[in-house]
T-cell receptor
Framework: DAGVIQSPRHEVTEMGQEVTLRCKPI?????LFWYRQTMMRGLELLIY????????DSGMPEDRFSAKMPNASFSTLKIQPSEPRDSAVYFC??????????????FGPGTRLTVL | GQSLEQPSEVTAVEGAIVQINCTYQ??????LSWYQQHDGGAPTFLSY????GLEETGRFSSFLSRSDSYGYLLLQELQMKDSASYFC?????????FGQGTELSVKP
């Protein structure tokens, strides 16, 4: 398996622009997670899905952030409008979604976002 | 409240043994996980302890004491490639809550 795939790997944009990050989870995994990592705040969970349904979006910082999972093999995280404080590395992770495997998540390579 | 605490930095020499501690506070507990992240890379799963005791995987071992709300990751025969950040995490429902991470520097 190719692992979790994220695109783009790097994104540089200007404040106010819309940013869309994409993720393809490992085939057969039922849970998908979006994280944001910064030096100041560490690794924060933004939202997670189970069987394509958003379960917990309490980590989404504000209404500028939205996430969708239209099918089992694709998810997007959108920021509109983007701000410089959104600059971070955004990781997508997936797991089989079984109770016995909740503790092992498989992370993608991340998208490094810079908002100027 | 819910929280995890681990040291921000640890330094050790090649060939030595190092222990990275993690204390947690949570109302519900389903086990403690450890992840490794090299600079610029993705976090990768190392180990998981559901019950008290020691779990060994090669040079890495992880320990849990639920009564003390405490765990640690033990790295033996340190190698330069072990220089990375190490995160402890506990499960909260279907999601993981990560600590702030411990940056391990291995010196020659």
């Amino acid at each position: 398996d190719a692992g979790v795939i994220q695109s783009p790997r790097h994104e540089v944009t200007e404040m106010g622009q819309e940013v869309t990050l994409r993720c393809k989870p490992i085939s057969g995994h039922n849970s998908l997670f979006w994280y944001r990592q910064t030096m100041m705040r560490g690794l924060e969970l933004l939202i997670y899905f189970n069987n394509n349904v958003p379960i917990d979006d309490s980590g989404m910082p504000e209404d500028r952030f939205s996430a969708k999972m239209p099918n089992a093999s694709f998810s997007t995280l959108k920021i509109q409008p983007s701000e410089p404080r959104d600059s971070a590395v955004y990781f997508c992770a997936s797991s089989p979604g079984l109770a016995s495997s909740y503790n092992e998540q498989f992370f993608g390579p991340g998208t490094r976002l810079t908002v100027l | 409240g819910q929280s995890l605490e681990q040291p921000s930095e640890v330094t050790a020499v090649e060939g030595a043994i190092v222990q990275i501690n993690c204390t947690y506070q949570t109302s519900g507990f389903y086990g403690l996980s450890w992840y490794q992240q090299h600079d610029g890379g993705a976090p990768t799963f190392l180990s998981y302890n559901a019950l008290d005791g020691l779990e060994e995987t090669g040079r890495f071992s992880s320990f849990l004491s639920r009564s003390d709300s405490y765990g640690y990751l033990l790295l033996q025969e340190l190698q330069m490639k072990d220089s990375a950040s190490y995160f402890c995490a506990y499960r909260d429902g279907g999601k993981l809550i990560f600590g702030q991470g411990t940056e391990l520097s291995v010196k020659p």
